[in-house]
């Protein structure tokens, strides 16, 4: 199944996508607004039951996407996790995963302008896989931690790279306002037969820009999911964003650095496709 947040005339809900459109669920489940809610109060045991036979409320061009998860409570985002990137930007492999956080505030949805901050010239894409969250748990074992998650989604995580590079710590980069794509949808974990079998790729207007296989990342989705929950429970909800590989702007030649009207398209195979058009922010 596949699940969405969005709006229709100013209104936010959450949706099942279907062929022809998006079933609006806010209607089927009452009390519940958001996606997260929904995924809390185990919707997903119910969705199938409740959407047969339903036809779609709308078309997909007639709704707004907003980021799959419009309120996680946690982002966790996974910084050299694939080798050819370590290589690229002359880093070293860590024994345990690097990690930093974005904010709710930093992310947009499907087709939402990727808003490139005045105060950069050096706006960068990473084409990543995002984990959703469908069970809480702490100190989660790899043997158990694919049961702990209720789907996957494209992501985005633009990066405003001279900002990153203040200090050590990449956090001032990684979470500018509207620099966080995410979406179009979450793919529900069963419909995906093995998520380290995946393919990823990146594109800038058309031009493919990065393209890997998750099995390539450095650590797996298990062990990522184990080495966070042990730091602070996973909650329903929590976004995981595993990791970009190689092919990022900063390290080109030249530097392919996003500019007003480019059109990134983040695209992994049985999950969708994220695209955004960059927005300069001082024409906005």
Excluded at 71 to 86: A, E, F, Q
Excluded at 274 to 280: G, I, K, P, R
Aim: glycine content about 10%; some cysteine.
């Amino acid at each position: 199944m596949k699940l969405c947040s969005f709006s229709h005339h100013g209104r936010s809900s959450f949706g099942a996508v279907v062929d022809g459109g998006v079933i609006d669920l806010a209607p089927l489940f009452p009390g519940i607004k958001t996606l997260r809610a929904f995924l809390e109060a185990d919707g997903l045991a119910k969705a199938a039951a409740a959407t047969a036979g339903v036809q779609p409320n709308f078309s997909l061009d007639e709704v707004s996407f907003e980021p799959v998860i419009t309120d996680p409570g946690k982002i966790y985002c996974v910084g050299l996790n694939y080798r050819d990137h370590v290589a690229e930007t002359h880093s070293v492999e860590t024994e345990k995963p690097a990690l930093f956080a974005r904010f709710a505030g930093s992310q947009i949805g499907h087709k939402q302008p990727l808003i490139k901050p005045i105060e950069t010239e050096m706006f960068d894409y990473e084409g990543e896989l995002a984990v959703i969250i469908g069970k809480p748990g702490r100190r989660i074992s790899e043997a158990d931690a694919l049961s702990h998650v209720a789907g996957y989604a494209c992501y985005n995580d633009g990066s405003v790279r001279n900002w990153q590079r203040h200090t050590t710590q990449f956090l001032a980069g990684k979470t500018f306002y509207g620099t966080g794509g995410f979406g179009p949808w979450m793919v529900t974990s069963d419909e995906i037969a093995d998520v380290s079998k995946l393919s990823l790729v990146t594109r800038v207007n058309g031009e493919v820009v990065q393209n890997t296989t998750t099995d390539l990342m450095i650590n797996s989705i298990p062990s990522l999911i184990a080495y966070i929950s042990t730091i602070l429970p996973l909650e329903v909800g929590d976004v995981i964003v595993t990791g970009t590989p190689g092919g990022v702007c900063a390290r080109r030649t030249p530097p392919l650095w996003l500019k007003h009207g480019d059109v990134v398209e983040v695209e992994i195979s049985c999950v969708g496709c994220l695209s955004n058009t960059v927005v300069d922010e001082k024409l906005q």
